[in-house]
């Protein structure tokens, strides 16, 4: 983990580094990050994270944040790549205490257009709980593999279920007041590219956005990150590297 100076700005940035280089086959990462009471962090990574072909193992990313009472906490990770034949399990669990303010993303590439990769093989498994004070308010389960659903890419082509979408995004904003920011979100969604929405669920706002490419997620990413620091808070330097 890195720290870069902010130029001045009043919070802390952490850059997460896998030297590995990605991922593969049985290979397993864990981070563990906890916000104190009243501290203001952004944690990102350094680069996409890549889960490349697999014998037979999945990949599994897990990941545990802890968000205690006023503070303020963003996890915005850069994309993870799926290439062909890659199986990955990614689990994101969130306890959230009363007063935290919460903005992560999840986001999923399945092969580089650029490159006239697609991913026929392999699978996915994705699955949040997110918990405040205790109770939990939220979890989400997505599956997606070769021996339920033959050819991946085919089976995200259909209608109803990625619409030929080959990048997709999660987004989660916790905070009380949250359902104030819905309408801006969805004017920022409806006014994309892209195939998306956002729900106001009580405490949290969850926004869905499928694309056609990577570069069509981060730019509607950008722009809802802009929307809640108000353009305070750039994004992190890393991401435009």
């Known amino acids: 983990m ?26 397993q990462i864990s981070v563990s990050v ?4 009243g501290t ?18 999945e990949a599994v990313l897990k990941t545990d944040l802890k968000v205690s009472a006023g ?20 689990e994101t669990n969130i306890q959230l205490q009363k007063d935290a303010e919460f903005f992560g993303i999840e986001s999923l590439i399945l092969g580089r257009a650029a490159m006239g990769e697609k991913v026929i093989n392999g699978s996915i498994l ?44 999660t987004l989660v904003y916790a905070k009380h007041d949250c359902g104030e920011r819905l309408s801006e979100f969805r004017s920022i969604i409806d006014t994309s590219t892209l195939t998306g929405g956002a ?20 730019d509607v990413l950008i722009r809802l990150y802009k929307a809640v620091h108000r353009d305070t808070i750039d994004i992190p330097r890393v991401w435009n590297c």
């Not at 203001?40 to 193992?57: C, F, G, L």
């Not at 949040?128 to 205790?134: A, E, R, V, Y």
């Not at 669920?201 to 997620?217: D, H, K, Q």
Request: glycine share 6%; with cysteine.
């Open 71 to 90: 503070a303020q906490a963003c996890w915005i990770p850069q994309e993870t790549i799926l290439f062909d034949a890659a199986r990955y399990r990614r």
């Open 34 to 37: 906890d916000w104190l009471p």
């Open 199 to 218: 729900s106001c669920l009580g405490p949290l706002v969850l926004m869905r956005l499928l694309a056609s490419s990577s570069r069509e997620i981060r």
């Open 40 to 57: 203001h962090a952004i944690v990102t990574s350094q680069a996409a994270e890549r889960i490349y072909k697999s014998r037979q193992r």
């Open 2 to 27: 890195r720290f870069p100076r902010t130029q001045g700005e009043h919070r802390c940035e952490a850059v997460l580094i896998n030297t590995a280089g990605g991922l593969t086959d049985g290979d």
């Open 126 to 169: 994705e699955h949040w709980n997110i918990h405040l004070d205790g109770k939990l308010i939220f979890t989400d389960r997505f599956q997606v593999n070769d021996q339920l659903h033959g050819d991946i890419q085919a089976h995200l082509n259909r209608a109803a279920i990625g619409r030929g979408a080959s990048a997709m995004a």
